[in-house]
């Protein structure tokens, strides 16, 4: 135990929560910009893979942002370059 | 999680952004309200880490599942009635006293969402994606599971199209449990394999 510790304090990331709760969306907006995000997927008949190129590249981006921040900079890519303006 | 609409908090920026392109697409004809609402209940609802826990308890009580389950997860987990986005391409890895086995996306989310819904924080978090790769050991021993020295661990790492569901080892003192029984005991933890049973 103490020699665990000893290893994770030479680390600068911060520990890792415990909780094993069954936690779906944190807030509602959460639950819709990934049903937008599923729906676009479908409707263009595209794979989530497209979809996740754009997340992948928003959390890369800024890795310390929230990651539901991160995923809704990555629908407004993916949504802009759907239905350009 | 504030239904309060008497006294609503303020919304926030990326929320404000949500509402803004929700609004613009459904305005266009490109989605529809009761869609959305489907999709969010769905995951409220219909997956998460109780249907894992079914494939799991299916699979220590009959052998020819398993053995089916190991070999052709995807069309195994059908089996139960569970499948669809994000679960198209499943791999069922399975830990034994020799190999214990734990699941990542090193890149953002992926997750198995017909057996385990949607992934908790810390499985998206920067310092899970990074260092359980690089120290799995120290890692699982913060999240308060110790694999033993002599335990080889393997990271499997979430790619483009497949995702992974760790098949824990079944609890000594079990045996006299049935398959609702022993699904009761499985975690969503010890499915992805930051824990065991």
Known sequence: MSHTAAVADGLAE???PRSNGALVFDAPWQGR???IAILLVERTDQQWDVF????????DDEPERPYWDSFVTALDSFAAELEPD | MSEDHHHPIPRTAVEERVDALEALLIDKG??????????VEYFEHDVGPMNGAKVVARAWTDADYKSRLLVNATAAIAELGFGGPEGEHMIVVEN?????NVVV??????????????PPNWYKSAPYRSRV???PRVVLAEMGYVVPDNVEIRVWDSSAEIRYLVLPIRPDGSEHLDVSELAALVTRDSMI???RL
């Open chain 2, 96 to 100: 034994t006293p020799e190999v214990h």
């Open chain 1, 14 to 16: 911060p520990l890792i």
């Open chain 2, 193 to 195: 394999g930051v824990a």
């Open chain 2, 30 to 39: 490109i989605l529809d309200p009761a869609a959305i609402d489907a999709i």
């Open chain 2, 133 to 135: 790769v690089r120290e």
């Open chain 2, 105 to 118: 996306c090193t890149l953002c989310s992926c997750y198995p969402w017909p057996v385990l819904g949607l």
């Open chain 1, 52 to 59: 996740r190129r754009y997340l992948i590249q928003a959390i």
């Open chain 1, 33 to 35: 910009a990934l049903a």
